[in-house]
């Protein structure tokens, strides 16, 4: 059975064309804090590729950029480092687009990738669904369902990546009002680009009345960001590896210094 698509494809590259540069800080949040996870690396990169949907803000020096195509513009082997920079939210596989990465890599080369993650915009999602389920009756896709930090983690493994690591920060951003919101989204290229979207026009008090049930600090409204980073090494012989269960040969008494004893009921 074919699942359906999750973004229009065609919207999506029209939201993105119409990003304004001003608006792009959480891409440039998100290089800032790639560039400092491959400065942790002792290693030199000496062929390295970025995946992205927004290829102004992801021009690393030397660095190959492809678009987030269905089918990645990766070279097998190609490269020792490839980062997939804030697309994979988007992605209808992104699995698939991880594969193509860690297929892009040579042995123990490092893919980095950053994703809007599940907790993004969670009181806008709440608030329109509300209000909608209200007006109508129903709701229709507004905001992009995200994946989950544990479910990113996972598809690490199912890529074949040795090493994975996954985790995520949360970034709590205020505005004057919803509309001010809105706009900012649009800004940013992350307006509502999903397939299943309602086209027709929407009721005229939807927005004001899911504006009013957003949380509030010090009068402005609340929005949250929450951006999963990811890391993985293509597999490599010489990579160190797990020792297996009951494998130790020393106590772990010995290393700290004390006694071994059991535990009080």
């Known amino acids: 059975m074919t699942r359906p ?7 999506l590259a029209r939201n993105r064309a119409r990003a304004r540069p001003d608006a792009l800080f959480l891409h440039r949040e998100a290089r800032l804090e790639v560039e400092d996870r491959i400065a942790l690396v002792n290693r030199t990169f000496t062929a390295p590729a970025v995946v992205t949907g927004v290829p102004s803000e992801w021009a690393i020096p030397g660095a190959k950029v492809v678009p987030d195509d269905e089918v990645l513009d990766l070279a097998p082997g190609a490269h020792d480092l490839v980062v997939h920079a804030m697309s994979l939210h988007w992605a209808d596989d992104p699995l698939g687009q991880i594969i193509q990465c860690r297929r892009a890599l040579r042995p123990d080369g490092l893919f980095l ?7 993004t915009l969670a009181e806008l999602r709440a608030a329109l669904a509300t209000a909608e389920t209200r007006l109508t009756g129903g709701l229709s896709p507004r905001v992009a369902p995200m994946a989950e930090i544990r479910d990113m983690g996972a598809l690490l493994q199912r890529a ?11 970034r709590a951003v205020t505005y004057a009002d919803a509309r ?11 307006g509502n680009a999903l397939a299943a ?15 009013a049930l957003l949380p509030r600090r010090d009068g402005r409204v609340e929005a949250t960001f929450e951006m999963i980073h990811l890391a993985g090494f293509a597999p490599s012989a010489d990579q160190p590896r797990p020792l297996r269960p009951g494998s130790a040969t020393h106590r772990l008494a010995e290393a700290l210094g004390t006694r071994e004893g059991k535990l009080s009921d």
């Open 197 to 211: 979207r309602h086209r027709g026009v929407p009721p005229r008090a939807l927005f004001p009345e899911a504006g």
């Open 180 to 190: 001010a919101l809105m706009r900012d989204l649009r800004a940013m290229g992350e």
């Open 160 to 170: 074949g990546l040795a090493l994975p690591v996954a985790d995520s920060d949360r």
């Open 113 to 119: 990738g950053v994703l809007l993650g599940g907790d």
């Open 5 to 11: 698509p999750l973004a229009d494809r065609a919207a």
